[in-house]
Antibody, heavy 116, light 108 residues
Framework: QVQLQQWGAGLLKPSETLSLTCAVY????????WSWIRQPPGKGLEWIGE???????NYNPSLKSRVTISVDTSKNRFSLKLSSVTAADTAVYYCAINPGGEMAGWGQGTLVTVSS | EIVLTQSPVTLSLSLGERATLSCRASQSVGGTDLAWYQQKPGQAPRLLIYGASSRATGIPDRFSGSGSGTDFTLTISRLEPEDFAVYYC?????????FGQGTRLEIK
């Protein structure tokens, strides 16, 4: 069964760039899309974007100008960068596998706080 | 972009009762590109239903999904203590993914 483990900086200042990485263990990295989703404290889920092993990406239009998702197939990892963060970007960030659009497996989540 | 509206916002029911959660799309979704998730405090969401009506691996058969077009339903036939949580629907298609705002299922 595929397991996802994610990591990255948890405290950022406004205008900095958020950077998170998700490693995939125990299954094929190819043939799927891999997503990032976030959840502000006490609020709902927001899809950020996705990437496949070929590097094909799709992004949420509301975040597209600030988001870059990349993949390293040699290490079975994919990464998220979100530039020019503000307090509104404070959230728990999740990585997930989406084999057919549905999020079949999730990382443990990383709380990212943006504060001066 | 398809907007998903879930109702009710909060549902208060007792153990053993039947829960019916609704998810309405702002326009018809392609085929059955609709999933449901359960989220408990401090945990990542868990996939319950995909393709509108297919149960994910390990999900008890008291959970069922139905619907097509713009109206979808998640039904929990008999509520168990571990079912009280927040539930989200999600649409996927046309290189875009959106979530509903969630329904909180609480013990009455």
């Amino acid at each position: 069964q595929v397991q996802l483990q994610q990591w990255g900086a948890g405290l950022l200042k406004p205008s900095e760039t958020l950077s998170l990485t998700c490693a995939v263990y125990g299954g094929s990295f190819r043939g799927y899309y891999w997503s990032w989703i976030r959840q502000p404290p006490g609020k709902g889920l927001e899809w950020i974007g996705e990437i496949n092993h070929r590097g094909t990406t799709n992004y949420n239009p509301s975040l597209k100008s600030r988001v870059t998702i990349s993949v390293d197939t040699s290490k079975n990892r994919f990464s998220l960068k979100l530039s020019s963060v503000t307090a509104a970007d404070t959230a728990v960030y999740y990585c997930a596998i989406n084999p057919g659009g549905e999020m079949a497996g999730w990382g443990q989540g990383t709380l990212v706080t943006v504060s001066s | 972009e398809i907007v998903l509206t879930q109702s009710p916002v909060t549902l208060s029911l007792s153990l053993g009762e039947r829960a019916t959660l609704s998810c309405r799309a702002s326009q018809s979704v392609g085929g059955t590109d609709l999933a449901w998730y359960q989220q408990k405090p401090g945990q990542a969401p868990r996939l319950l239903i995909y393709g509108a009506s297919s149960r994910a691996t390990g999900i008890p058969d008291r959970f069922s999904g139905s619907g097509s077009g713009t109206d979808f339903t998640l039904t929990i036939s008999r509520l168990e203590p571990e079912d009280f949580a927040v539930y989200y629907c999600q649409h996927y298609g046309s290189s875009s993914i959106t979530f509903g705002q969630g329904t909180r299922l609480e013990i009455k």
